[in-house]
């Protein structure tokens, strides 16, 4: 049996924070991987870019990206948030770049260049890395963790902390094994959704406009038939649904919403119906006599979405265009500026970013990070029940959350 100050459950974003800040004050510390190697989540994030945090300046704006759970990461935050998190990089050498929506990325080497900075830092502190050991549980004993058991191994420490990740992207390893942990220390776990993931729709048109990129568009949620939210920027179509940033961001909410749930989709959100209607007829006017609808369709959209409309428009597809009527203009606009879909759920845990839900926030010290219920317990990362939208925020969680557990004994 083996003893350390701290001992870290999880490799990942969070878990690497804490061991490097729980080491950097003189903690003899080890992480607890159940993969061969560390990370493999974090490779992923940004497509394997790293957007590692926001440059959103307002605090109060960045706190708002997390919904009501938003106020819990204010002291966390406080003591090292997404400016602390830019200098904590710029000082491990990762230098970095600020690109549309605030993100902010490594300036080269993307995820594998934040991986080596934390392994190098964990070569530098003499941080334990135990891998391929799955923990299989704690043992806890009126109030407190007395070990920690593996397959082949028990470890003891003055302090654990959990760092497991959620339920997403299974495949690198997150597959709630914290969740149990949690619970076995006494801990409730909030209901648990995929968040950050594609969208499923009814319709199975969808598929005609498979792996088109939309930019500059906008998207309104209709719960019964009543516009609840909307969003603007880019989404893509799938074989079985609509995803990108937009798609991923609603995504969190569907759970909420209860009834007949639809997503409109305006192509052409900068332009009222008076002036597309007037552009489509000017269109029509130059091209009369030698054009063709199908011809109007591709100079209106992107070319892997003609299909698409072509399908859902009442219009011939060789109908010429000086004898398409102001009907079926006014449809034809209409249609532009309002593609209904109804939504039929989620893409499950293994497209999702991050998991909704997670270890209850009433029963975590925010200060701290520390358990309510369990003396020497700590948790950090996605086990919590704390996610944001895409852009850096999620990451930012792991960031500041692993700093402020792992500097318990600061």
């Known amino acids: 049996m083996e003893n350390f100050d701290t001992l870290i459950i999880g490799g990942g974003p969070a878990g690497l924070m804490a061991a490097v800040r729980a080491s950097s004050l003189g903690q003899n510390t080890a992480v607890i991987e159940k993969n061969a190697s560390l990370g493999e989540k974090l490779l992923l994030s940004g497509r394997g870019r790293c957007n590692f945090t926001n440059g959103e300046q307002d605090m109060n704006v960045f706190l708002s990206k997390y919904g009501d759970n938003g106020k819990f990461l204010y002291s966390a935050f406080s003591r090292f948030g997404p400016f602390k998190t ?13 690109e549309r929506g605030k993100r902010i990325f490594p300036q080269e080497g993307g995820s594998k260049r934040v991986l080596d900075m934390f392994l190098m830092l964990c070569r530098k502190h003499h941080i334990n890395l135990i891998r391929n050991s799955p923990v299989k549980a704690l ?36 597959t709630g094994d914290g969740y149990i942990f949690a619970q076995q220390a006494g801990h409730t776990i909030t209901n648990l959704y995929p968040a950050l993931v594609p969208v499923r729709t009814k319709e199975t048109w969808v598929k005609l406009a498979n792996g088109c990129d939309l930019r500059n568009v906008r998207l309104h949620v209709l719960l019964n038939g009543k516009e609840i939210d909307e969003r ?12 990108g940033p937009i798609v991923m961001e609603l995504s969190s909410h569907v759970p909420d919403w209860e009834g007949e749930l639809q997503f409109s989709l305006d192509l052409k959100p900068s332009l009222t119906h ?5 552009r489509i007829k000017r269109d029509i006017a130059q091209h009369a006599g030698h054009g063709r609808f199908t011809g109007l369709v591709r100079s209106l959209v992107p070319a892997k979405m003609v299909r698409l409309i072509l399908e859902l428009s ?12 102001d009907e079926e203009i006014f449809e034809f606009v209409k249609l532009l500026k309002d593609i209904r879909m109804n939504i039929n759920g989620l893409w499950g845990f293994n497209n999702a970013v991050v998991t909704r839900g997670g270890v209850d926030l009433k029963e975590i010290d925010p200060s701290t990070m520390k358990s309510k219920l369990c003396d020497n317990l700590y948790f950090a990362g996605e086990v919590l029940d704390l996610n944001g939208p895409s852009g850096g925020f999620n990451l930012q969680i792991c960031w500041s959350t692993g700093y402020i557990a792992g500097s318990v004994n600061e």
């Open 86 to 98: 830019e200098e904590f990089f710029r000082e491990h050498g990762v230098y970095y770049v600020e």
């Open 139 to 174: 043992k806890v004993r009126n109030g407190h963790i007395d070990r920690v058991i593996t397959e082949t191994n028990e470890y003891t420490a003055d302090k654990y902390i959990i760092a497991t990740g959620g339920k997403s992207y299974p495949k690198t390893g997150s």
């Open 232 to 243: 603007f920027g880019e989404m893509e179509f799938t074989n079985f649904g609509i995803s």
């Open 274 to 278: 008076g002036i597309l209607t007037a």
């Open 314 to 325: 009442d219009i011939p597809h060789d109908k010429p265009v000086e004898y398409i009527s």
